[in-house]
């Protein structure tokens, strides 16, 4: 009988990243390539000569890649939904009444 040697994976917890794309990124990019396939297909059924659909597509696809980096790593895994969350939250709290303090019950 051999000893068998396994490799612990020490990943676990970790966000899912794909060539420097973390967590949530990764869907974006799929969604953007998916919504270029069929913006190209829409363009080519018109009748656009194919050469200069597949320039724009090549120019869309750079600035979604770029941007999606640029996000990835401006945010990170959580910092765009927290910095979303945070437009959400008011600055100021007004009360007309001190009716709530008092335990006021209906």
């Keep these: 009988m051999s000893n068998s040697v396994y490799p612990i994976n020490k990943g676990i917890n970790k966000s899912i990243e794909f060539k420097g794309l973390k967590a949530q990124y990764i869907w974006y990019f799929g969604g953007g390539v998916?919504?270029?396939?069929?913006?190209?297909?829409?363009?080519?059924i018109?009748?656009?000569?194919?050469?200069?659909?597949?320039?724009?597509?090549?120019?869309?696809?750079?600035?979604?890649?770029?941007k999606l980096y640029a996000l990835s790593n401006t945010y990170g895994e959580y910092g765009m939904m927290k910095t979303i969350a945070k437009r959400s939250v008011p600055?100021?709290?007004?009360?007309?009444?001190?009716?709530?303090?008092f335990g006021k019950s209906s």
Excluded: E, P, Q
């Excluded at 998916?34 to 080519?44: E, G, Q, R, T, V």
């Excluded at 597949?54 to 750079?62: K, N, S």
């Design 91 to 101: 600055k100021v709290i007004k009360s007309k009444s001190r009716a709530v303090f």
């Design 46 to 66: 018109i009748g656009i000569n194919s050469f200069i659909c597949i320039g724009i597509i090549l120019i869309a696809g750079t600035v979604l890649v770029v």
């Design 34 to 44: 998916i919504a270029l396939l069929i913006f190209f297909a829409i363009m080519y």
